[in-house]
């Protein structure tokens, strides 16, 4: 059986952060790829099934936050399924 992705990847990532619940505190994690429907960032301290709000932020005032549900973790990555999304807009 061959592993098929619903939705391409992006895997160019290196000026983007993602900030998730870690005991009562938020902390940022690298984005290690980024997709319609998820993304994979290392480390992490959260169980599979969990629902966590994340915000991703990177280059130049980018903003994206949102609800997801870990999916999948190992020891190096989690990877979030994403629920719900909106890009956040600062007043500058």
Known sequence: MSLTRRHMRVADTQDLWARLPFRS???????????EGGVLV?????????????????FREFRFAGLAEVAHRTN???????????????PG
């Open 25 to 35: 505190r938020y902390a940022a994690d690298r984005v290690l790829n980024l997709s």
């Open 42 to 58: 290392a480390g992490g301290e959260l169980d599979v099934g969990e629902i966590v709000s994340f915000e991703l932020s990177g």
């Open 76 to 90: 190096r990555a989690t990877g979030l399924r994403l629920l719900a999304h909106m890009e956040v807009v600062r």
